[in-house]
Nanobody, 125 residues
Framework: QLQLVESGGGLVQPGGSLRLSCAASGFTLDRHAVGWFRQAPGKEREGVACITSWGDNTDYRDSVKGRFRISRDNAENTVHLQMYSLRPEDTAVYYC??????????????????WGQGTQVTVSS
């Protein structure tokens, strides 16, 4: 069974950090582009960051540039999203997604074939 499982979400104070992980089972991530998306209550899902299958290119939405970093660990079949300087507006359910091939995109969630179940990130004092 092909599956993505996110972990690492939780409650953090503004300015804090979290590290999300996306682990794949049933397939290897090293031939897949991976993206992180998020959805806050009452809002549409939006792309946060993505990384190519080779790990040589990344893309971020403007509001997280300089604060979030996406990376991949092919040995562990995992992609991470390190989040620093978190803000209340980062509060959302975060999803990882994967699609076979090199290119990644944060603009089109429909381009991803595999999705995780999501992990909640809450930034609040």
């Amino acid at each position: 069974q092909l599956q993505l499982v996110e972990s690492g979400g939780g409650l953090v104070q503004p300015g804090g950090s979290l590290r999300l992980s996306c682990a794949a089972s049933g397939f290897t991530l090293d031939r897949h582009a991976v993206g992180w998306f998020r959805q806050a209550p009452g809002k549409e899902r939006e792309g946060v960051a993505c990384i190519t299958s080779w790990g040589d290119n990344t893309d971020y939405r403007d509001s997280v540039k300089g604060r979030f970093r996406i990376s991949r660990d092919n040995a562990e079949n995992t992609v991470h999203l390190q989040m620093y300087s978190l803000r209340p507006e980062d509060t959302a359910v975060y999803y990882c997604a994967a699609n076979f091939g090199y290119h990644c995109s944060i603009l089109r969630s429909t381009g991803y074939a595999y999705w995780g179940q999501g992990t909640q990130v809450t930034v609040s004092s």
